[in-house]
């Protein structure tokens, strides 16, 4: 499927192909609610690196979050979070780790996404207080992240485009 995604106000544009389209992991760390969470999650799609079409490149700023090790300092994040410098708009995370893939947030898409059929509740070992999910029965939850990837939910349930 074709992903077509912009900013707020308009000064960056973005395409890319996606196999995996659907909009199902919320994911409740503290990076993504203080970034790009308005319900106090976010909401990350799968997408082709090699695909990706930006218009308006030098409008964009890149945020690395600073997280904490296995000894509790705090250290930069690989993770490259792409944002609009004028409206703020979260608009895609790139992370070298696994450079063939680009997540853009669900809420910076344009074309229609598909509705999936259950979701996926991540990090709820993160949210904050004033957050109650609200988690249907085909949901799952996990304290911190599933085994399961993208591309592996996608195939389970049959929904690959």
Not at 55 to 78: F, M, T, V, W
Not at 107 to 122: F, G, K, M, N, Q
Request: hydrophobic share 30%; proline share 9%.
């Amino acid at each position: 499927m074709q992903l077509k995604g912009s900013c707020h106000c308009g000064k960056v544009r973005f395409q890319l192909g996606s196999a995996h389209p659907y909009p199902f992991n919320l994911c409740y760390c503290s990076v993504c609610r203080k970034t790009a969470g308005g319900g106090g999650y976010a909401i990350n799609l799968g997408g082709e690196a090699a695909s990706m079409k930006v218009r308006g490149e030098q409008h964009l700023s890149i945020y690395q979050a600073r997280i904490p090790d296995a000894a509790g300092r705090r250290k930069k994040s690989p993770a490259r979070r792409h944002f609009c410098q004028h409206c703020g708009s979260p608009l895609w995370v790139w992370d070298p780790r696994w450079p063939e893939l680009i997540h853009p947030f669900a809420s910076a898409i344009d074309t229609p996404l598909p509705v999936p059929p259950e979701r996926v509740h991540l990090m709820l070992g993160s949210v904050a207080d004033w957050v109650k999910p609200t988690i249907s029965k085909r949901d799952q939850t996990y304290c911190e992240y599933p085994r399961e990837s993208l591309a592996e939910w996608h195939r389970r349930l049959k929904l690959e485009c």
